[in-house]
Nanobody
Framework: QLLLVESGGGSVQVGGSLRLSCLAS????????MGWFRRSPGQDHEAIAAICTRDILTYYSDSVLGRFTISKDSAKSTVYLQMINLKPEDTAMYYC??????????????????WGRGTQVTVFS
């Protein structure tokens, strides 16, 4: 079992920055591949970033490439999402996921075995 808890969300002005954290705990806490998804009201989950440390793989969606950075601290069982130059369209609930069970790169939240409850990010002008 694996428990994922996201934190770091909040309200920020356009152009601002936030860093999301996701702490993994449980027997599968050292999951090699982890990812971040987001979901806006009325939209499906969007895969925005993912990382696999063993094969040194990273993935970013076109919508966040160049503005978001995913990183993983295996010693702390934590994955981070640094977000800069935030835009109103980044407003969404952000979820982290772990234990990739589908080919790379991940597309759907169900490509992972576990995901958290999410943290809300709101970008206002």
């Amino acid at each position: 079992q694996l428990l994922l808890v996201e934190s770091g969300g909040g309200s920020v002005q356009v152009g601002g920055s936030l860093r999301l954290s996701c702490l993994a705990s449980g027997t599968a806490a050292q999951s090699d591949c982890m990812g971040w998804f987001r979901r806006s009201p009325g939209q499906d989950h969007e895969a925005i970033a993912a990382i696999c440390t063993r094969d040194i793989l990273t993935y970013y969606s076109d919508s966040v490439l160049g503005r978001f950075t995913i990183s993983k601290d295996s010693a702390k069982s934590t994955v981070y999402l640094q977000m800069i130059n935030l835009k109103p369209e980044d407003t969404a609930m952000y979820y982290c996921a772990a234990d990739l069970r589908a080919p790379w790169p991940p597309v759907r939240l169900s490509d992972f075995g576990y995901w958290g409850r999410g943290t809300q990010v709101t970008v206002f002008s």
